[in-house]
């Protein structure tokens, strides 16, 4: 059944539990519940304790429960440690020189390393994927633009609402919510210098354009005129285009190599 979902904790179950594996059929998942499917005729169920018809039972800092529901009969759960993804931290507090950050999750606690650096800002737990997409609503009709990252169908409504959004994610070849950019959960940590870069990008691309704007009407003013020949006219029209490519071409790489390197 793991196999068959994106959640992270599914993930996780699918990488550490080894051995012969069924198919499962007729899987549906219910976002921010659970998974449901049948398994050699028996109907099977993971997820939250309600969804499986269990206990919310007490948990120790960071860990999660995956509930087991098998032919109608809660079974028991998996206890996950969780932990925050490799480098998310150092990102976060690197975001947080630039822009007010917030976190929404669907967990009861948050692992002590990522709460140390949202520390001060907004963090709303136990959150519902409606809860998260109303405070992305909500951030926005207060003026603000918003930029989500999530890493589920948990986060789908989210990253829908919002004004830009990046979907983590483990392999390139899971299911992954409609989102602006995809990410690989190793380059986390480098989403700042990404950031910093996408906003240099804009501002050559800004400057092509008016650089293309300015030889265009340079030209088309000494052409109007009668003071270039067909010739000289035929040789600045691909000259345009070699400048501005040229100008980009320098411009990137001058940008790359300002500070504000890749972390870590």
Known sequence: MARNSTHPLSAVLAQEIKGAVADASD???HVGQGIAGSIQGVRVRIG??????????????GEAHVHVTIGGLH???????????????DAVTHLRERMRV????GDRQVDTDLGAAFKDALVRTGCSPVDKSNAVKAEQERGHRVLMVGDGLNDAGALAQSDVSITVTETSAALTPASDAIMDAR???????????????????????????????TGVSFAVSGHLTPLIAAILMPLSSVTVVGFVTVAVWAASRRPGAPIG
């Open 102 to 105: 917030a976190l929404l999750t």
């Open 187 to 217: 380059s986390i940590v480098q989403l700042p210098h990404f950031l910093r870069m996408a906003r240099r990008a804009r501002r050559i691309v800004i400057a092509s354009l008016f650089i293309s704007l300015c030889y265009n009407i």
């Open 48 to 61: 939250a304790a309600p969804f499986c018809g269990g206990e919310e039972l007490e948990r120790a800092n």
């Open 75 to 89: 079974r028991g759960h998996f206890s996950i440690r969780k932990r925050a993804r490799n480098g998310i931290a």
């Open 27 to 29: 899987v549906e998942e």
